[in-house]
Every structure is written in C-alpha cells, then in structure tokens.
C-alpha cells in the first residue's frame, strides 16, 4: 500500500496575539501596574511563519515533481519543477563560498534523504532534511593532472554512492559511504581515452551514466557511459551540451532536464540521442548544479519534515506557540477536479489517529516544548527576531490501512502570539511554562 506524498502539504495561519479579557475583544495585558486590560492597535503583538519546504518536498510524480539546484556563493538549496515553473529555496546554507564555482556537485541521496555538495576542489558536505546546517562527509581524493582538473564540479547520486568527474578529465570517482553518510572509499574508472569532459553535469540511471559536457579545455559533448560494460558512447546529432542535468518524471515517465547556466533557461533531453526541447520556463536563480529527483510516495512508518521561520513583525516581546489541531485528511473528487475532507471513520477506518507530530531532534534545547498538542518556545521573541521551528511528521505503519490509499493529510499549522507581561501565557493559554504566575 502507498499513500500519495501531496499528504503534508502546509497550510500557514498566521495569528494575531489577541485576546478576550473580560468580555472585551482584541484586548493584551498591559505593560503598566494597572491590572484592568489595555486596548492596543492590531498588529501591536503580531508573528509571521513561513514554510521552508515540506508543503513543496513530497508529491506524487504524476502530479508534480521537483528536482534540485544549488546557488552559488551562498549554498542555498532549491526545489525547482521545470514542467510547472516553479522554484523553491528550501535551504538557506550557512556555509558561503567567495569562489564563483562553489559550491557544486550537488548529489541526492535519496534513501538518507541527504543532498551532498563540494564546497571547495576536496571538501564534500551533506544537507540532512530537518538539519539546520549542513555536515562535512570528508575530504574528496582524486588524480589532478592539470590546473583545469583541481575542481569537483559534475556530480550524482547512484546504487548508494556518490559519483563525480573531475573537471576536465575522463575519469569517473566512486565515493561510498559510511552509515552516517561520511566518506568510506573512492574508486577510480577512467571512462575514454578519446574525450575528456568539463563544467557540466551527468546523471546515474540503472548503472548507465548520462552527461553534458561544457567544452572548456574539453570537447562538447553529450555522452553515455555504461559502468559495467565500460562502453562510452557519443550520440550522432546532439545538441544537449554545455548543460546541468537531473532526472525527474512527467507524469508516469522518466525525463531528463538539462539547464544552462548563461541562460537560466530549461529543457528536456532524450536520454539515448543527445536531443533536447526547450522549456518554456526561465529561472530567475542560477543553479551551479542540480541533483535528481525521486519518486514521492510517503508510506507507513515513514517520517517527514516541516521547517518554519518565525518572525515577531510587531513592536512587543512576544510569546509563540504552534498548533496542528485544524489538520485534516482529504481524497480527490474527480467530479468536483478537487480535494475535498476526507472523514477515515465515516469510512470505515478503526483508527483516525495515525500520524505523529513531534519536534525534530535539532530543536533539542532551543526552547521549544511540547504540551498538550502545543509546541511553545519558551523564550522571549523580540521584535524583528526570528526563531525557527522544525517538525518531524510521521505516518504510523500498523494503524495505517488500506482506506488511506490515495488520501493526503493537510498539516494546518496554527500560530499564536501573546505579551510576555503581567502572566498573560498562565492567563490566557493555561500554561506555566514561562514562568509561575
């Protein structure tokens, strides 16, 4: 059985710190002595959320699905879906380049959801989702014959490794790797003897390699590697050259996206002969490299992430507290061409409490608490500051039966604001967590 991965899209509300005090509305403790409630102009107590990734991360392919590009210099991270035009930071990296290159080779694990990346020529880094900074796998060991062959720009992810070719050489490096995701070994297969390759971008399919090659100190190419029969290959009458590349789907088929840097414009490549199609779409952000996609099916026992940037946009200390308790289950109508609320006892279904919202582990110690079906952050908001809120979301494997297949669950996540003075978390929410009354 496999549950639709549009389950988890979020949905923000984004709530005002008021409250009602004895019969009056949109009225907040005071910062004076007086104990009677003060007026204060909406707005005064006030909080943004916005959604990093998850309500654009797990879809079902034949809806939608997204691959991967990095920006260089700043490391930040995107979804992009070149068929729909859409692109999505979803990680802003704190790890910055002054090398206009790095970082690059960006690789998609996506059995340890991990997206691995060079940050220099030797230096390779993973993205764990739900982590909030990136951790260093290990340093990269290659042959580097010549200036032009000192970077790691071409990367993919295949068969539980990741690969790269260095720059301006014919030479494809196995990395595997430990269970944690650091580096365990490299292995050296050297691909032509006729060719080398540079600056672009390849892709690993079924043990076949698929690549687009620059030109710079190197032949313009587009080329195909079978690994195990060491044929390398190039195509009559190509033109999907100078290109970044990952694999995605349209609908039920698999499709091969090229994208040039120059031109931040976006094509489909047929795999076997080398011919692309452009895109309508144009990105607005330059993507050094880009990582494949995968299939998006969120099934029991799987776990996924939703990471939110509070903002106190209002001119009081503020406290925050989350809510998911306006989530819901819908199924597709086709009649209506919509998704419509989904009831699992109405139909049948024994058990309606089969997903679990908790914090990630990296919230560990940052303030943030779970109580009663409430994530409070326990510290003080500032105006302009900003705090960020990771949860993990899972879909319970044993409680989990077949009346769900093809529904998909809307995370509604609820967040509220109230005044740090005169007690009013005790007053108004019930809750002691910042302080005795």
């Avoid at 959320?49 to 079902?60: G, K, N, T």
Wanted: charged letters at 20%; hydrophobic letters at 35%; a negative charge.
């Amino acid at each position: 059985m496999r549950v639709k991965k549009t389950i988890l899209m979020v949905t923000i509300v984004v709530g005002l710190a008021a409250t009602v005090v004895g019969g009056m509305t949109m009225a907040f403790f005071a910062d004076a002595d007086e104990t009677g409630p003060v007026h204060f102009q909406a707005g005064t107590v006030l909080i943004e959320a916005d959604s990093s990734y998850l309500v654009r991360q797990y879809f079902d392919h034949t809806e939608v699905f997204y691959v991967w590009g990095i920006e260089p210099r700043t490391g930040d991270i995107y979804q992009i879906d070149p068929l729909r035009g859409e692109e999505f930071r979803v990680f802003e990296s704190p790890l910055t380049s002054t090398h206009g290159n790095y970082p690059n080779a960006l690789a998609f694990d996506q059995t340890n959801n991990r997206l691995y990346f060079t940050q220099s020529a030797t230096k390779l880094y993973f993205w764990e989702f739900g982590d909030s900074e990136p951790t260093f796998a290990g340093d990269l060991v290659y042959d580097k014959p010549s200036e032009y062959a000192r970077n790691a720009y071409g990367a993919t992810f295949g068969d539980g490794a990741y690969w790269f070719i260095p720059n301006s050489t014919a030479d494809l490096y196995r990395v595997d790797l430990k269970p944690d995701g650091t580096i365990d070994s490299h292995t050296k297969t050297t691909m032509t003897d006729d060719y080398t390759v540079s600056f672009g971008d390849f892709v690993y399919l079924d043990g076949v390699i698929y690549g687009s090659s620059s030109g710079h100190q190197a032949d313009l190419i587009y080329f195909i590697y079978d690994i195990d029969a060491d044929v390398f290959t190039v195509p009559e009458d190509h033109d999907a050259t100078a290109m970044q590349t990952a694999l995605g789907h349209d609908g039920d088929e698999r499709v091969l996206f090229g994208y040039r840097i120059p031109t931040k414009r976006w094509y489909t490549v047929e795999m076997d002969t080398g011919i692309s199609t452009q895109l309508p779409f144009v990105s607005e952000v330059r993507y050094e490299d880009l990582a494949s996609g995968h299939l998006s099916y969120w099934n029991p026992g799987d776990c996924a992430w939703a990471r939110f940037d509070v903002t106190n946009v209002g001119t009081k200390d503020s406290y925050v507290r989350f809510s998911w308790a306006e989530s819901e289950w819908q199924e597709y109508d086709d009649d209506a061409d919509a998704w419509i609320p989904w009831c699992p006892t109405d139909a049948g279904a024994v058990h309606t409490e089969v997903v679990d919202i908790e914090l990630c582990e990296s919230m560990a110690d940052t303030g943030w608490i779970e109580d009663n079906g409430y994530f409070y952050y326990t510290n003080e908001l500032a105006p302009g500051e900003t705090v960020e809120l990771c949860v993990r979301v899972c879909l319970k494997g044993p409680e989990t039966c077949n009346l769900y297949q093809g529904k998909r669950y809307v995370l509604k996540g609820v967040f509220d604001a109230i005044q740090t003075t005169h007690d009013a978390p005790h007053h108004e929410w019930g809750v002691d967590h910042y302080g005795a009354p």
